[in-house]
């Protein structure tokens, strides 16, 4: 007969065990395919944020015309947009659009200009581009969308709450150039915020020196439940088409 405190620490052991098994790996996607394969395998539905919804996104237009458009967070489809930074807002603009007229950006681009609190704009990463979300209450399974530059090369890192605000700790970074890119990644077990950040760019002394900007579109996501929505959500796979040319991108 095993002695109950020697039993005890055994089973301990056996569920540390089986926890430590159990729990799912974080993977990250280059390729919208096999992100949207892997999503679609957890059972939920897949939301397309394309910023085209005029109900939600309507009032942050940014144009030649008209001027900049901006506010400090949009929410849609369960989600609530904001920048990576407290110096900027979030706006929409048709030179941003990988797909549709509309595709979205922190305005003004980071916070080279009005940095936040106890950063360094010459470190990269530390004042860089981007933008984040916030599921509030609900936890997301995946998040992936597209991003380009027209200040090429950026580097846009990937992170999740639990990896903090240490550019080392991406879950994700590559390079971005002029063409768009597709990253994103699957949490299993759940995570409720993220963002995107740009880690390449910095200032040099009292002088812009190799400052990034970065813009975004056609994300997919999905929760472990579903979101309850008054009216249908149009749900996406792999094989969307384009729906028009890029055009000329505006950088207000």
Request: net charge negative; glycine share 14%; hydrophobic share 40%.
């Amino acid at each position: 007969m095993i002695p109950y405190a020697r039993y005890r620490l055994i089973g301990l052991a056996a569920l540390l065990l089986h926890g430590a098994q159990a729990a799912a790996a974080v993977s990250v996607y280059t390729d919208q395919a096999g992100y949207l394969s892997a999503l679609s395998a957890l059972g939920q539905p897949i939301y397309h944020e394309g910023f085209e919804a005029d109900a939600a996104w309507g009032h942050v237009r940014t144009t030649i015309v008209d001027g900049p458009a901006v506010a400090p967070a949009v929410s849609n489809l369960g989600l609530t947009w904001t920048a990576n930074n407290l110096s900027s807002d979030i706006t929409t603009s048709n030179g941003a659009a990988r797909n549709g007229s509309w595709g979205l950006y922190s305005s003004p681009h980071g916070s080279y200009t009005a940095p936040d609190p106890g950063t360094d704009c010459r470190i990269p990463g530390a004042c860089g581009d981007g933008l984040r979300g916030d599921a509030g209450t609900r936890l997301l399974l995946g998040i992936g969308g597209w991003f380009d530059t027209n200040t090429p090369f950026a580097k846009v890192g990937l992170f999740l709450g639990s990896y903090g605000g240490d550019p080392e700790a991406a879950a994700l970074d590559q390079a971005v150039g002029t063409a768009p890119v597709f990253f994103g990644l699957i949490d299993p077990d759940g995570f409720s915020t993220f963002e995107f950040r740009e880690l390449e760019g910095k200032t040099e002394g009292a002088f812009d020196g190799d400052i990034k900007y970065v813009f975004a579109d056609d994300f997919r996501f999905a929760y472990t439940t579903p979101v309850p929505l008054p009216t249908p959500v149009l749900l996406l796979g792999a094989g969307l088409a384009p729906f028009t040319l890029r055009r000329r991108r505006v950088t207000a």
